[in-house]
């Protein structure tokens, strides 16, 4: 029976850590602030919301929304992002994608149009560049983090190892490899075109499920030992929240493994959180 990597345990701890920064910012008068910028009601958007809303809550972070309409215009969208940036009260911003489909023609320049220096979910080319560059210039993606929080909590040492990852989204895919090959894994990325890609995944020491479609990966993709992070959040023809992963299927085989739900999910809310309380130490530290 494989470990399981329990997501609400990491969750906890890096909770922790954020409400510690947030008191110290209290202390100076300064109270963190979350802005959440919505376009319309897509249920998975509502859903993510209210977890981080919740989070903030009990974190003692400030979070303020601005709403706009499903059929909001571009402009309309670029000035709430524009207030976004100009509230300096405002540490952190998290901009709700993907977009309308009206609106994603121009998605990327919508996103880069938020300062890096706000932009807690690393949605912008400044920020993404920091990934894979390695400076400390604006946040990395939520996602990609929570994985290595998942495996830094748990001790599972990435250095030398063979890692897989299965996915190579800007969201998580690429982000996560660029991550791991920092910790010195030797990091194979997997694609639709790749060729049998259940051997390559097979001879993995960590793996990263991150393809976006649900139980993907069965019994044939995995051997004894491996770490698994699933990334995957689908729904199954019965209706259920599942992974990437055939948990059922791979749990018997590999050494550990998160669940979905249960996994990364939850730590990924805790990651934006945590790095909006980052974003308001920094300008503190800057005197602003």
């Known amino acids: 029976m494989a470990k399981r990597l329990s997501g609400k345990e990491v969750a906890a701890a890096l909770n922790e850590k954020t409400r510690a920064k947030a008191a110290e910012l209290n202390e100076k008068g300064i109270k963190p602030?979350?802005?959440?910028?919505?376009?319309?009601?897509?249920?998975?958007?509502?859903?993510?919301?209210?977890?981080?809303?919740?989070?903030?809550?009990?974190?003692?972070?400030?979070?303020?929304?601005?709403?706009?309409?499903?059929?909001?215009?571009?402009?309309?969208?670029?000035?709430?992002?524009?207030?976004?940036?100009?509230?300096?009260?405002?540490?952190?911003?998290?901009?709700?994608?993907?977009?309308p489909k009206h609106l994603q023609q121009n998605q990327a320049m919508i996103e880069n149009a938020l300062l890096s220096s706000k932009d807690v979910d690393g949605m912008t080319d400044i920020s993404m560049s920091s990934v894979f560059t390695g400076k400390t210039e604006g946040f990395p993606p939520c996602t990609p983090q929570a994985c290595m929080e998942i495996l830094d909590y748990y001790g599972i040492d990435?250095?030398?190892?063979?890692?897989?990852?299965?996915?190579?989204?800007?969201?998580?895919?690429?982000?996560?490899?660029?991550?791991l090959l920092r910790r010195d894994a030797t990091v194979t990325i997997c694609h639709t075109k790749t060729e049998d890609m259940a051997s390559l995944v097979r001879a993995a020491d960590i793996v990263i499920a991150a393809v976006g479609r649900a139980g993907i990966l069965d019994d044939t993709y995995f051997s004894p030992g491996q770490v698994v992070i699933d990334v995957g959040i689908n729904v199954d023809k019965e209706g259920k929240l599942?992974?990437?992963?055939?948990?059922?299927?791979?749990?018997?085989?590999?050494?550990?493994?998160?669940?979905?739900?249960?996994?990364?999910?939850?730590?990924?809310?805790?990651?934006?959180?945590?790095?909006?309380?980052?974003?308001?130490?920094?300008?503190?530290?800057?005197?602003?």
Request: aromatic share 2%; proline share 4%.
């Open 33 to 99: 602030t979350l802005g959440i910028i919505r376009v319309g009601e897509n249920k998975s958007d509502l859903s993510y919301e209210k977890g981080i809303t919740n989070c903030c809550q009990f974190l003692t972070i400030e979070c303020e929304k601005l709403v706009l309409p499903a059929d909001a215009s571009q402009d309309e969208l670029l000035a709430a992002v524009e207030k976004m940036n100009r509230a300096d009260h405002i540490h952190g911003v998290l901009l709700f994608r993907p977009l």
């Open 158 to 179: 990435c250095k030398g190892k063979k890692a897989v990852v299965v996915g190579r989204s800007l969201v998580t895919g690429k982000p996560v490899a660029m991550m």
């Open 242 to 288: 599942c992974g990437d992963v055939d948990y059922a299927k791979a749990e018997p085989i590999v050494g550990a493994i998160t669940p979905v739900p249960g996994g990364v999910g939850g730590v990924t809310t805790s990651v934006l959180v945590s790095h909006v309380a980052e974003a308001a130490l920094k300008n503190c530290k800057k005197g602003r």
